[in-house]
Structure formats: C-alpha cells, structure tokens
C-alpha cells in the first residue's frame, strides 16, 4: 500500500489541479470528481487536493472557472448514460451524437467572416504579411549592396 505524499505543491501540481478542475467543470462534471482524479495522478488525497484548491488556487483561476461554467451552459455537454460513466467511456453512437451537436456548434457560420474577431485576425494577418514582403525586399538590397561593396572595394 503506497502512503500518500505530504510535501510542498508544486508550481506544477497546482497548474494540474487548477486545469483539471476547470476541465471537470466546462464538462458538467462535479469538483469533488477532479479531486479524485488530482489525487490518483499525483499520489494525494483528495482531500488534500480539495484543500488546495480551495485555499489557494481557485481565486486564482475565477475568470477560467466563470469562462468554464458559461461554455458549459452554452453547449452543454456529453450525456453520459449511468452505467457508462463508471467507465468514462462512450458508446460509439454518443460519440457521434455529441460530435455532430459540437460541429453545429462550432460552424463556419458561428466563427464566419460575420464575426469581427474573425476579420480582426484577417487584418492583422494581411498587416504582418505585407510587412514581412517589406523586409523581405530590405533584406535582399542590403544583400546586394554587400556584394557590389566586395566587387568594388576601392570605390
């Protein structure tokens, strides 16, 4: 039987526990749940890792858990048939189910050229292209300007 750790958290464990947690949360499942899951990956209680979250992570991550909660309510998330989520598995038809609700979700039209974060990057992207071109060109007359400078040293 191995004994459960005792030491210090690590910048690390807590990055873990935090992203687990909010994991958990953005797919309905319950905290108590990640605690486990912390606990059996890092050879902690859950106990232990409730504490920590609590005590010192989770006031940390507020925005990441409200972000979390509103994508859960927004697209919901998969319905697991009881004697499945023993396993954390799904048949093959939820799968395709939750897969085919999450495309609608996420469509061309959801993120279309309507959105305006969507033409912000467009912009930005033709911005630093058309930038890049410019210093391509620079470059190539610097380069040029050395090679007529070795041809012609007493110029």
Not at 2 to 14: H, I, L
Not at 62 to 83: D, F, S, V
Not at 121 to 145: D, F, G, P, S
Request: aromatic residues 10%; neutral net charge; glycine residues 4%.
């Amino acid at each position: 039987m191995s004994t459960n750790r005792q030491d210090a958290w690590t910048k690390e464990e807590d990055q873990f526990l935090a992203h687990t947690v909010i994991d958990y949360i953005k797919n309905g499942r319950t905290q108590l749940e990640s605690f486990k899951e912390v606990a059996r990956q890092l050879n902690r209680t859950p106990a232990a890792c409730g504490f920590r979250w609590n005590a010192s992570i989770r006031k940390l991550y507020n925005e990441a858990i409200e972000e979390a909660k509103q994508l859960r309510k927004k697209y919901g998330h998969p319905i697991i048939e009881p004697e499945t989520k023993k396993h954390d598995t799904f048949s093959l038809e939820q799968a395709i189910q939750w897969l085919e609700k999450v495309k609608g979700e996420f469509s061309e039209q959801s993120f279309g050229k309507k959105d305006s974060l969507y033409n912000k990057i467009v912009v930005e992207n033709e911005r630093l292209n058309n930038e890049l071109i410019t210093y391509q060109k620079l470059i190539a007359q610097i380069q040029q300007l050395i090679q007529e400078v070795k041809l012609n040293p007493d110029d």
